[in-house]
T-cell receptor, first 106, second 110 residues
């Protein structure tokens, strides 16, 4: 099955810093989503982005499907951005990466 | 915005008992899923369901597990003879194009 790798596994930032999270996948895909898992365990959909670039406020994402990677950019990070960020991708059924645990310090 | 609803939010059960986790997918979605997440680990695919039958299942989804769509709105995951290692957060999802996840059921087997 498809392999999904995320990097870095852990990231610590000062409030206001920018960051880039990466998701590599092993096969061609027709869906890709980025999720934020909040402290209560909920999976919050950030982007549905099988290709191209999207922006939502301080967050943006780019997927280059031909090169099998996606990037999530967080600008001007805030403490509320802390949590685990998951990339999930696949064909009909998605598989998750192991996540990037982001800690934003005040 | 439409939501996927899961009940209960928390369940504690004795080892060996059967549990049924319930989900109400978004009404016009056709694909339904169950995933689980053991505490501190990644989210793992269990099973996908389309057109009233299982379309794919992982190696985790053995004979202990079953899924059902008993009526036009509910989608259930049954776990028979629960084990300690079944303790996890179980997520239901449905999709049209993008996936929408429910808030999860935290299952604790004691």
């Amino acid at each position: 099955g498809i392999q999904v790798e995320q990097s870095p596994p852990d990231l610590i930032l000062q409030e206001g810093a920018n960051s880039t999270l990466r998701c590599n996948f092993s096969d061609s895909v027709n869906n890709l989503q980025w999720f934020h898992q909040n402290p209560w365990g909920q999976l919050i959909n950030l982007f549905y982005i099988p290709s191209g670039t999207k922006q939502n406020g301080r967050l943006s994402a780019t997927t280059v499907a031909t090169e099998r990677y996606s990037l999530l950019y967080i600008s001007s990070s805030q403490t509320t951005d802390s949590g685990v960020y998951f990339c999930a991708t696949g064909g009909q059924d998605m598989r998750f990466g192991a996540g990037t645990r982001l800690t934003v310090k005040p | 915005e439409p939501e996927v609803t899961q009940t209960p939010s928390h369940q504690v059960t004795q080892m060996g008992q059967e549990v049924i986790l319930r989900c109400v997918p978004i009404s016009n979605h056709l694909y339904f899923y169950w995933y689980r997440q053991i505490l501190g680990q990644k989210v793992e695919f269990l099973v996908s369901f389309y057109n009233n039958e299982i379309s794919e299942k992982s190696e985790i989804f053995d004979d202990q597990f079953s899924v059902e769509r008993p009526d036009g709105s509910n989608f259930t995951l049954k776990i028979r003879s629960t084990k300690l290692e079944d303790s996890a957060m179980y997520f239901c999802a449905s999709r049209e194009a993008s996936y929408t996840f429910g808030s999860g059921t935290r299952l604790t087997v004691v």
